[in-house]
């Protein structure tokens, strides 16, 4: 029987195990893809610490890019065998029924999250739902397209659900796996794009993504510093310091909104009278549907975004994982399987 190499994690804070399997095959409703590469996020310390109840083992990996192997019985008909296509962090949702349109993802009758629910991408091949799919575009390497499928529907729908219009000022805040992909959407996306991080070093690197302007978090008040520059209609907060988000709301224009993307551990401090007097606002985004996930590859497609990546074969993935998780990477790491 064929095999499939798989890095599973065997149960919560396991070390990571390169085991071999048997090629499943796809049931009803399910596809089964040939991975080709696979991002690996902070997402997927879920998984390997054990934050949710998974079924182990279990294995990760939700920003996935690959070629369909082979299809089950009752697959829509516009997917078919050898066709491109990616999974991301809402693995299950379509996108069409009323849950999602209405954005209550965890009630999808589909919902199904890739690496948690089922196994992901940390593998030869995996199966997947084929509500789960998006179609890939040929321009566009699996190894750029795969972040795209959690780090870049994140930033890119964030944005484009924002409230925010061409010729608004857009500050991204963090330039890290996400905020480098951020910046690039906001200016591409018609935005005047401010960049916020530590360091006059960054600057020119910024401004190479598309920044219009860059403040450096060290050298002063970043909320003055926004406000002298006329306020920022959105400010999206890609880190995971607490204190950076709250430290940065009264440099919002009135009406302008704070958009959480970053997770901290902390819970943010706000003054009420700092979103009172100018009617701010504080919103989460996640990430989106398998069309949400469609449209951000295209749009990246169209105006040639791309994440920088590390990449490493998928039996380095314990070394991979590390290294994402030290917040050295520069800036996305993605698995390869030589498929």
Known sequence: MPTNRAVQVSKAKAPFELVERPIAEPKRGEVRIKVQACGVCHSDSIVKE???????????GHEVVGIIDALGPEVAPEWTQGQRVGVGWYGGHCGHCEPCRRGNFMLCRNGLIAGIHYDGGY??????????IAAVPDALTAVDAAPLM??????????????????????????????HLGVQYAAKMGFRTIAIARGKDKEKFVRQLGAHDYIDSQDGDVAQALQKRGGADAI???????KAMSDVIPGLAPDGKLIIVGAPGEPLQVSALDLIGARRQIRGWPSGSSIDSEDTLNFSDMTGIKPMTEVYPLEKAPEAYERMMSGNARFRVVLTTGN
């Open 50 to 60: 054990g934050f949710w109840p998974v079924p182990y083992p279990r294995v990760p």
């Open 123 to 132: 593998q030869d091949y995996m199966i997947a739902p084929f509500q789960a």
């Open 150 to 179: 959690c780090a870049g529907i994140t930033t890119f729908n964030a944005l484009r659900n924002g409230g925010v219009q061409p010729g608004d000022t857009v500050a991204i805040l963090g330039i890290g796996g996400l905020g």
């Open 236 to 242: 999206l907060a890609t880190v995971t310091a607490a």
